[in-house]
């Protein structure tokens, strides 16, 4: 089973409806998907925007893994608010936070930290925006912070430091040796980076992500296949490509 660990949707006209992400998961071979709200960011519309991805879950609950989208600059009190939303009304499997898109620091003591302490209270997985493209807000060694604050928190690394060039996958990579608690979502990161990951880290430590729809994801898909199919077992590719989100995420 291949589940994507990284796309998006939005009912807005700037980007796909999850009738459309269900199409390219049928061409792609992809059984199941990480959502979250898709970029460009409208503040305005953030509630609406997560409500979608909930009514989507809700209608392809096989197909569509919702997770919840967080902007602390909405308010903490507001966040909170919605964190419990997010965890008991829609039944997220997890919490973004995009330090790039909202502009903040991911550990930032007044923004951030307040609702990844309320988000550890749950058992939900929180995953953050780990990229090249806002380096000095979500650098690898600012997730490090988060880790080492919330050992028992399971940590989603989204890009692990790519989403720019150069990339920060070796600083990622550093960080994840040190902090177990921290899988690596490889979309939007070099082919060279994935495979430098998965040698130091194990396959059960990465897994695949397409970052649709700002990639191909049957592209994607099938740059993972080529890019395993000689150095790893079939057990250790089928790790990467599902069972380790899966088991991350506990679903059959």
């Known amino acids: 089973m291949i589940i994507d660990g990284d796309t998006h949707i939005t009912f807005t006209g700037e980007g796909i409806k999850v009738e459309e992400l269900l199409e390219m998961m049928d061409i792609a071979g992809v059984e199941k998907a990480i959502v979250w ?3 460009p960011y409208f503040k305005e519309l953030t509630e609406e925007l997560n409500k979608y991805v909930y009514e989507s879950a809700k209608r392809y609950p096989d197909k569509i893994l919702g997770f919840g989208w967080l902007d602390p600059h ?17 039944n997220f499997y997890g919490i973004k936070l995009n330090g790039a898109q909202n502009d903040f620091y991911i550990d930032d003591p007044n923004l951030s930290l307040p609702l990844i302490e309320e988000i550890a209270k749950t058992d939900k997985i929180i995953a953050f925006h780990i990229g090249a493209d806002a380096y000095e807000r979500t650098h690898p060694f600012r997730l490090r912070n988060v880790a080492k604050m919330f050992p028992e928190l399971k ?4 890009h692990m430091g790519g989403a720019g060039i150069p990339d920060l996958s070796n600083a990622m990579i550093e960080v994840s040796q040190e902090c177990s608690n921290i899988t690596l979502i490889g ?32 592209v994607e898909v099938a740059k993972y296949k080529a890019l395993l199919s000689n150095v790893l077992s079939e057990e250790e590719r089928s790790n990467i490509m599902g069972r380790n989100i899966a088991k991350l995420l506990n679903i059959s």
């Open 37 to 39: 709200l898709q970029p």
């Open 74 to 90: 909405l308010g903490i009190k507001r966040c909170k608010d919605l964190i419990k939303k997010f965890v008991y009304e829609y």
């Open 155 to 158: 940590i989603l690394a989204v």
């Open 187 to 218: 979309s939007a990161i070099s082919s060279k980076s994935i495979l430098k990951a998965i040698s130091v880290l194990g396959a059960n430590r990465v897994c695949f992500g397409s970052d649709t729809p700002f990639e191909l994801m049957y």
